[in-house]
């Protein structure tokens, strides 16, 4: 199969120190997408689980890194929360087998995605010239991607592989598909704040900054939109330069002034207004009712997270600690345990229990339960410090603060904060911070 040799291929590229680097983008992209593969050689292309393909990839490097007797993290303060979240995940993983009784194979299919939380080991040794390779190639995937984006709205038909029916948005009539492009709110950011990267390509940069913020708009998403052009004028802003500021306003006000009547539909017709009123006068408490509501709101949103932190707070100790459970959002157990009223349905029109793509907090909740929610917060944050610290050593850090620091926001209305393989972006960005700290070491060690 397509994927069993992808993964070996990785493995064996990833002894080549050469080309070590085409071993890494290989191992991010089993984490990149939905679906793996950037959207595009997702597990339905290449006919195995990409998860599964990261998972062993993790513990054969990981393993080939301890026997090596060198230490697997850098002395930075800030992972300390990483470090204790990590045990935190070993005891939910016990919990689930023992307190929920839950077979082993069970939980690891349920837990693995906090598992890849290991992959920052393995991405922070990433060498800088390694790391520009792997982002000027995750550029072009991007850039290939938004094209093809765009198109898929365009002919109202997939043209990337997409494991679901095309669906026109009520608001705007137009086709909404949800396999966007990896990492688009940063190379759009990127395209603005360090446009150098962009170069010496026989494309031009104004072509690059059209195909992602065209395919942007064509999310429909109105927080994912805002986020996007908030990340693009802080990143700006934390250069320090008001004049570059200035001129990109203008820019992004000339490139959305086509789709004003567009995003206005969006906004109006999904009733902003009285979406955000209905959730800041509570009104997503035990008379929610999901039938009338709808399921894209931001009401409903909080009314997922109520039900769920409501049934909660009630239940033992141990598992306001450890959560509901860590399982598939597919497993008949979760369905015979739980009869929440409140979510999407499934296959089969029951409503799924304990996952959500609607709101990363909601999810948080009923995996790890309000301590390890705290602790993964926790853990997040840090890691935006450690970002932030180091905001102004170059372009890149500067894009990643912004990013990571509107993620928090971007959590309302999408389950990637809660996905631990959407972090591996940062933690390809943490490896700067990791070879500059080496080579302070080093100095020092002359002197």
């Given at each position: 199969m397509i994927g069993i040799a992808l993964l070996l291929a990785a493995i064996y590229l990833y002894f080549q120190p050469k080309y070590r680097y085409i071993s890494y983008f290989l191992y991010f992209s089993f984490m990149a997408g939905s679906s793996g593969g950037f959207n595009l050689w997702t597990e339905a292309v290449v006919g195995f689980k990409l998860s599964d393909c990261a998972l062993i990839y993790t513990v054969v490097v990981i393993t080939h890194l301890m026997t090596s007797g060198k230490p697997l993290l850098p002395k930075l303060k800030q992972l300390g929360c990483y470090k204790l979240f990590l045990c935190f995940v070993a005891l939910s993983?016990?919990?689930?087998?023992?307190?929920?009784?839950?077979?082993?194979?069970?939980?690891?299919?349920?837990?693995?995605?906090?598992?890849?939380?290991?992959?920052?080991?393995?991405?922070?040794?990433?060498?800088?010239?390694?790391?520009?390779?792997?982002?000027?190639?995750?550029?072009?995937?991007?850039?290939?991607?938004?094209?093809?984006?765009?198109?898929?709205?365009?002919?109202?038909?997939?043209?990337?592989?997409?494991?679901?029916?095309?669906?026109?948005?009520?608001?705007?009539?137009?086709?909404?598909?949800?396999?966007?492009?990896?990492?688009?709110?940063?190379?759009?950011?990127?395209?603005?704040?360090?446009?150098?990267?962009?170069?010496?390509?026989?494309?031009?940069?104004?072509?690059?900054?059209?195909?992602?913020?065209?395919?942007?708009i064509c999310t429909l998403g109105r927080t994912g939109i805002a986020v996007a052009l908030l990340t693009v004028l802080l990143a700006l802003a934390i250069q320090g330069s008001v004049k570059n500021v200035v001129k990109v306003i203008i820019v992004l006000g000339i490139l959305i002034t086509p789709f004003i009547g567009t995003l206005s539909q969006r906004f109006e017709g999904g009733n902003t207004d009285e979406d955000l009123g209905s959730v800041l006068s509570g009104k997503f408490g035990n008379d929610y009712d999901p039938q009338a509501s709808g399921d894209a709101t931001m009401l409903y949103r909080f009314a997922w997270c109520y039900e769920r932190a409501d049934y909660l707070v009630k239940r033992p100790f141990l598992e306001q600690v450890f959560g509901l459970g860590l399982t598939t959002e597919s497993s008949d157990w979760q369905f015979k345990k739980y009869n929440f009223r409140i979510g999407l349905p499934d296959e089969y029109l029951r409503v799924v229990q304990l996952a959500t793509p609607d709101i990363s907090y909601g999810n948080m909740i009923t995996y790890l339960g309000f301590c390890g929610t705290i602790l993964y917060m926790l853990m997040l944050v840090s890691f935006a410090r450690l970002l932030w610290k180091h905001r102004k050593d170059n372009p890149y850090m500067g894009a990643f603060s912004a990013m990571i620091l509107m993620s928090f926001i971007e959590g309302f209305s999408g389950s990637g904060l809660s996905e631990p393989r959407t972090l591996t972006i940062y933690f390809l960005a943490m490896s700067l911070i990791a070879s500059k700290l080496q080579q302070l070491i080093k100095h020092q060690n002359r002197i």
């Open positions: 993983f016990l919990f689930s087998l023992v307190h929920y009784e839950l077979s082993f194979y069970e939980v690891l299919r349920g837990g693995r995605k906090f598992i890849l939380l290991l992959s920052l080991v393995i991405l922070i040794r990433v060498k800088p010239h390694e790391f520009q390779k792997i982002m000027r190639m995750m550029m072009w995937i991007c850039f290939i991607t938004s094209i093809l984006y765009v198109g898929q709205v365009i002919l109202k038909r997939p043209l990337m592989p997409y494991g679901y029916e095309g669906a026109a948005d009520r608001a705007t009539g137009i086709m909404r598909f949800y396999n966007s492009p990896v990492n688009l709110s940063l190379f759009l950011t990127l395209s603005f704040a360090y446009p150098q990267l962009f170069r010496g390509t026989k494309v031009p940069l104004w072509a690059f900054r059209g195909a992602f913020f065209v395919a942007q």
